[in-house]
């Protein structure tokens, strides 16, 4: 485990969480068998696209509020449980959904954001799989300005706890460098 941030909240890297062999066979799997689609997102009076594909699966009581938009998950895939249940089982904590990413190349991205919704609760616990292409992720501290950067690899968990949302703003930045598709898969336990 890699402690990439431990004040303000923690942010921990578990570079090879996933065998190569699981990771690959799943990223082929979430590829196809996901519902990923083109997500609006209304910000500032404005309605735009967000530069990715989406997808919410999750318990039917799940329902969360993310980028001013209402999303009712779609009910757990076999594979999808799965490894839900991995990640509860290796990180010790519930999740009850799982906020799909899709990055088709290098200008797809997520701007500076935290997951600080109220559905979340105080102080979440957030463990975020990436399969694909690897692709930076920053943090910046909200009022110091100090920013971490990391390469999220194939297979990889990045865990986000304690009071993380409430002192960090991350974001996974677009890049000049031409890349490949990556998914990342962002379990939550959303409040009912
Ligand atoms: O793609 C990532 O690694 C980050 C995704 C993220 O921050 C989110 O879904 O809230
Ligand atoms: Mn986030």
């Avoid at 980028?67 to 990180?91: C, I, Q």
Wanted: charged share 25%.
């Amino acid at each position: 485990m890699n402690s990439l941030i431990d004040h303000d909240g923690t942010l921990n890297l578990y570079p090879d969480f996933l065998p190569k062999h699981d990771a690959d066979r799943l990223y082929e799997f979430f590829l196809d068998e996901l519902a990923w689609s083109a997500e609006y997102i209304h910000m500032f009076g404005k309605t735009t696209l967000a530069p990715r594909l989406v997808c919410w699966y999750g318990d039917q009581e799940a329902s969360y509020n993310y980028s001013g938009v209402d999303h009712t998950p779609l009910p757990w895939t076999e594979s999808l449980a799965r490894l839900k249940t991995k990640v509860a089982v290796s990180t010790q904590q519930p999740f009850n959904s799982v906020l799909g990413n899709l990055y088709r190349n290098q200008n797809d991205s997520m701007g500076w954001h935290s997951d600080d919704e109220m559905e979340l609760g105080e102080d979440p616990f957030i463990a975020s799989i990436s399969l694909g292409e690897a692709r930076k992720f920053k943090a910046r501290h909200k009022s110091t300005g100090e920013q971490v950067e990391v390469t999220l690899p194939h297979g990889s968990m990045l865990t986000m706890s304690g009071p993380f949302q409430r002192y960090w703003q991350h974001c996974v930045p677009k890049t000049r460098k031409p890349k490949t598709q990556r998914i990342n898969l962002t379990f939550r336990y959303i409040k009912s």
